[in-house]
């Protein structure tokens, strides 16, 4: 999502900011998150139908889509095997989200660029560090394709992501639905209460959850709604496609906890709420090609 500048403060201060087959793709393999609640690996999400999403064009082919969002250890050992430095490091700073700030007080934008925000420590200096089982967070675009490059993957793109998210079910468009149960048990990681005044966490967090930590949809793929957004190989109006919702999104203020939700991310920006997974795809027949995701 789009967090637009203002005027810089001091150096050291804040900023403010607005089994698919042997034939799909190769490469090293993504670490397990074995030592994490939920399964590891990927899960096969199947063709579209001829009145599914995509029909018979490239992005309603079958593919195989990570059954959690890609994790700090998991992105941690993509980093001790080649050494990426991310787009916040590089920069030396990060967006967090930070309600109590006198500029969000002063101004209504909950973000402040953080010097020394990284995956590694997501909401700066001092704060813990991420929890090996967290989703990574803290990384824009070209950083979740070079993990997925390193991997032998991709992004998703949104109507891949968002084929997946459905779980195969696609007649109710609630958002409801998707985060809670019937009798309003939390099924994702969202904001329960007013945003931004009070969070009653009855979802068991006030943050970023561990991955695995909520039921899977039918796929068996877990945090398709809330925790974190996740970044898609789509973009629009040249800036990349997320979805899902995250932590943030309460019944006031985003709502956005369902498949069809979409937001513009700006890619130069990393954020303490921007995650993602990858997928492989079967190779299409000779003269045809995958989706760019554009």
Same mark, same amino acid.
């Given at each position: 999502?789009?967090?637009?500048?203002?005027?810089?403060?001091?150096?050291? +201060?804040?900023?403010?900011?607005?089994? #698919?087959?042997?034939?799909?793709?190769?490469?090293?393999?993504?670490?397990?998150?074995?030592?994490?609640?939920?399964?590891?690996?990927?899960?096969?999400?199947?063709?579209?139908?001829?009145?599914?999403?995509? =029909?018979?064009?490239?992005?309603?082919?079958?593919?195989?889509?990570?059954?959690?969002?890609?994790?700090?250890?998991?992105?941690?050992?993509?980093?001790?095997?080649?050494?990426?430095?991310?787009?916040?490091?590089?920069?030396?700073?990060?967006?967090?989200?930070?309600?109590?700030?006198?500029?969000?007080?002063?101004?209504? $934008?909950?973000?402040?660029?953080?010097?020394?925000?990284?995956?590694?420590?997501?909401?700066?200096? =001092?704060?813990?560090?991420?929890?090996?089982?967290?989703?990574?967070?803290?990384?824009?675009?070209?950083?979740?394709?070079?993990?997925?490059?390193?991997?032998?993957?991709?992004?998703?793109?949104?109507?891949?992501?968002?084929?997946?998210?459905?779980?195969?079910?696609?007649?109710?468009?609630? +958002?409801?639905?998707?985060?809670?149960?019937? !009798?309003?048990?939390?099924?994702?990681?969202?904001?329960?209460?007013?945003?931004? !005044?009070? $969070?009653?966490?009855? !979802?068991?967090?006030?943050?970023?959850?561990?991955?695995?930590?909520?039921?899977?949809?039918?796929?068996?793929?877990?945090?398709?709604?809330?925790?974190?957004?996740?970044?898609?190989?789509?973009?629009?109006?040249?800036?990349?496609? #997320?979805?899902?919702?995250?932590?943030?999104?309460?019944? $006031?203020?985003?709502? $956005?906890?369902?498949?069809?939700?979409?937001?513009?991310?700006?890619?130069?920006?990393?954020?303490?709420?921007?995650?993602?997974?990858?997928?492989?795809?079967?190779?299409?027949?000779?003269?045809?090609?995958?989706?760019?995701? !554009?």
């Amino acid at each position: 999502m789009k967090l637009p500048f203002a005027k810089a403060f001091a150096s050291g +201060s804040a900023i403010v900011v607005t089994a #698919l087959l042997a034939s799909l793709s190769s490469g090293p393999a993504t670490p397990p998150v074995s030592t994490c609640a939920g399964k590891p690996g990927q899960v096969h999400v199947p063709a579209a139908g001829p009145n599914g999403s995509g =029909g018979s064009a490239p992005a309603g082919r079958a593919f195989l889509i990570d059954r959690t969002e890609v994790t700090v250890a998991q992105f941690e050992a993509f980093v001790k095997a080649t050494g990426y430095r991310t787009h916040a490091e590089r920069v030396g700073w990060s967006a967090v989200f930070h309600r109590r700030s006198d500029a969000a007080r002063l101004t209504g $934008n909950w973000w402040v660029a953080v010097l020394g925000a990284d995956w590694r420590h997501p909401l700066g200096p =001092g704060q813990p560090e991420a929890s090996r089982c967290e989703p990574v967070t803290q990384v824009t675009y070209d950083d979740a394709l070079a993990f997925a490059k390193w991997a032998g993957r991709d992004l998703p793109t949104d109507v891949e992501w968002e084929r997946a998210a459905t779980g195969g079910d696609s007649a109710s468009t609630s +958002s409801l639905k998707w985060a809670y149960a019937v !009798d309003g048990t939390p099924l994702a990681n969202t904001w329960q209460g007013l945003f931004p !005044d009070f $969070n009653t966490a009855e !979802d068991g967090f006030a943050g970023v959850a561990p991955v695995g930590s909520f039921p899977p949809n039918r796929y068996g793929l877990y945090d398709m709604i809330g925790n974190v957004w996740e970044l898609t190989r789509s973009v629009a109006d040249g800036t990349p496609v #997320l979805k899902g919702g995250s932590y943030l999104c309460s019944f $006031n203020a985003c709502a $956005n906890f369902r498949p069809s939700a979409a937001v513009p991310q700006e890619t130069e920006i990393a954020t303490s709420h921007v995650g993602f997974r990858t997928v492989r795809r079967e190779r299409l027949p000779h003269g045809q090609s995958q989706p760019s995701g !554009d």
